[in-house]
């Protein structure tokens, strides 16, 4: 009867040593994923501030006013020349 018991109790240790040893692994897995979806949304929040700088640029009313008179040859209407419109 000892020796089933003892038994059993080597299974059941060799099991938990199997157990801890599976979640250390699986702990590492999960670190290493999370250090790498650290990375990516620094790098995504890095390129976000630039298409964020860069759309501010191509957008400013300067650059589209310049860009009127230079390209299409466009200017401000005289005073004379403007027309009110009432609903």
Known sequence: MATWAVRVLLVLVVMTAIGVSYSVYKARQLTDESQRLQRQQTRLESEWSQLLLEHSTWGSYARVERLAREKLGMTL??????VLIKP
């Open 77 to 82: 209407p005289k005073t004379d020349q403007r």
